[in-house]
């Protein structure tokens, strides 16, 4: 049988008995980490990952299981070096690039890339159905100063003021130089929108908040391990020129897909779009999840999904165990049901 897609649990930072325990109890086949700030699994003092220390996680993982199916972001401070060009640069890079070869050689396929400098921002959390809470964007209290997540200001860039070309021609700098690194080792590398995907937060130019960037970035790059990491929730929250995200996320989907360059998704949804927008369950957003899932078949894509911001429900974790076991079983139920039906 053919590969499909496929739903998997992420953004967690350890491979702890809990959280793997959770991922077998879901019944879902893989995990990815999301390892931003840091994680006790990979201690980060030599500025890259160790080979042993990825080769135990890899196991860990497999002793459960379940497949180790990608690892999403380096710490900032491996590469805030390289993204704002400071004199630490080249060694940052190159130790990124002895980060790619260690994963390569444990056997970690795919490994997670932002380019956001002061990483995502959030203003105070709103409520939703039912009394939830969910994460939320209103422009006007970012630019007050008033955010929870993300750095308002950067050390490595203060008293200067960074363009959306800067750290683009930046962007092309460094993958030109991982890229290579990448195929050698056999992993992907999966850039991830900017969230909130505006042109500049905090002095900082952003790349990645409109499909279009996304398409310069390829084309100025082109390489079968340079992809996304989809997150249909960034692309939701995008502001769409004749204002209609549903189709305008349906679109990237489709154009992305059919290139093969969407390497896993996270699945996730707003209500809303920049400047103004909260997180909600899935089937109550932007976007038409049905149909989402169906484009995604249909262009052929086979690799994982994941949950990712999620609401927290009424007695749950700080980490939302509830909050991420209801969304998770609402992807499998509808990844289950086109696989099966189409």
Known sequence: MSQQMRVALGQYYSATHEYL???????????????IPKTPDLPDDTGYWQLDDLKRLKQKVNDY??????????????YRGAMLVTDQRDQQIENYQRTVQNMGEAGIPILGLNW???????????????????????????????????QLTVPEAEDRIYTEQEMFDNYVYFMERVLPVAEESRVKIAIHPDDPPVASLGGIGRVFYKAENFKKALDALPSPNHGLDFCMGCFSEMVYADGDNNEGVLDATRYFGEQGKIFYVHFRDVQGCVPSFQECFPGEGNVDVVQAIKTLKAVGFTGFIIDDHVPQMIDDSDWRHRGHAYAT??????????????
């Open 21 to 35: 325990t959770f991922a077998q109890q879901l019944g879902v086949t893989g995990v990815q980490f999301n390892m």
């Open 65 to 78: 299981d379940l497949d180790l199916e990608a690892i999403e972001n380096v710490p900032h401070h491996f």
């Open 116 to 150: 956001m400098p002061n990483s995502v921002w959030r203003t105070p959390t709103k409520t939703g159905r039912g009394g939830v809470i969910v994460t939320a964007f209103e422009m006007e209290e970012a630019e007050a100063g008033n955010i929870v997540g993300g």
């Open 329 to 342: 079983g609402y992807i499998m139920a509808l990844v289950k049901a086109v696989n099966e039906l189409t």
